[in-house]
């Protein structure tokens, strides 16, 4: 939005130019997002107080947890809001990448809220039910998919890009849609079961932003693409401007979520956050690479599935608990150490993830 403006400025004031620049309004997009969480988040945190929107906790947690009853959530429209402010005000609005990202955070974030609205305000302990969520979460990441692969330019922009070999990229035609839907909607929950602790998925959605950030940026540029032998996709670094917009959020949530936790993000947030990085994956092309960063909300998602799977075989439990974090709790770790040690491996996967992009 902005950009028009700054456009028109610069024809006769050359120091607008520099708002042209994708990296400068990316750094906009951070300071932007961050802006607007620390203006709203106290009187957000002070409205859901009020109208007793409080978090809920599992009778068969850990312990520490029952402290936590009341805490307010559906703090993830903190985010979302930031972002979707800031996104809309310096990214290119023409762009077509920019809005799948914009209506896959949205409409995932919708699933969310009316998730948490059933749950918290409804007293409804199911929420909107499993099957329900699943099947709009279905239907917004097949909207998503489909749209990316209707519009795609190219046949580099339906192949599967394999890390580390140079060569390796595997045109996928139709089951594109398939890998895309698998890809946000498996994102989305994976997130979303992470989101479990203080802190605990907002720091490594931060740093795996980031680095698709990265990969946006490179992936748009018309002359580091080739030089670092990944495919050339005109206007995806356009992107760039809302990973850096949701690093802001996510940071400035940080700072209200951070142990002892001021608010919760609910699942508004973590639906909306992890579909989002999906589809910003799924748009570089750099699914498998999204793999390796995020590899924390994979080890989380893989310890539920090993803890059903195990009981429903041979009746007995890998985990004491599941997720994973909830086994350490268990086990006897406060809770800012495993966030804690969740980040560090989460910030080393992130490294190994863009170290990706050199080694070819």
Known sequence: MLLYLFDILSREYSVFN???????????????????CFVLGPLMIRKLSHYQIGQTVRQDGPPTHFEKVGTPTMGGSLILISVLLSTLLWADLTNR????????????????????????VDKNPRGIG????????????????????????????????????????VYLGPFYIVLAYLVIVGSSNAVNLTDGLDGLAILPTVLVAGGLGIFAYATGHSVFAPYLAIPYIPGT?????????????????????????????GDIGALALGASLGVVAVAVRQEIAFLIMGGIFVIETASVILQVASYKLVGKRLFRMAPLHHHFELKGWPEPRVSVRFWILSLILVLIGLATLKIR
Do not use: H
């Open 130 to 169: 499993a099957r329900n969520k699943f099947l709009w979460q279905s239907i917004c990441g097949l909207g998503a998919a489909l749209f990316l692969y209707l519009s795609a330019q190219s046949d580099i922009e339906l192949s599967l890009i394999v890390p580390i070999f140079k060569e390796v990229a």
């Open 237 to 265: 670094g356009e992107v760039l401007v809302f990973c850096a917009a949701l690093v802001g959020a996510g940071l400035g949530f940080l700072w209200f979520n951070t142990y002892p936790a001021q608010v919760f993000m």
């Open 97 to 120: 990448f920019v809005w799948v990202v914009l209506f896959t955070c949205l409409s995932f974030g919708v699933i969310g809220w009316v998730d948490d609205y059933r749950k918290l």
């Open 18 to 36: 520099v708002f042209r620049y994708l990296t400068f309004r990316g750094i906009c997009g951070v300071l932007t997002s961050l802006s607007i």
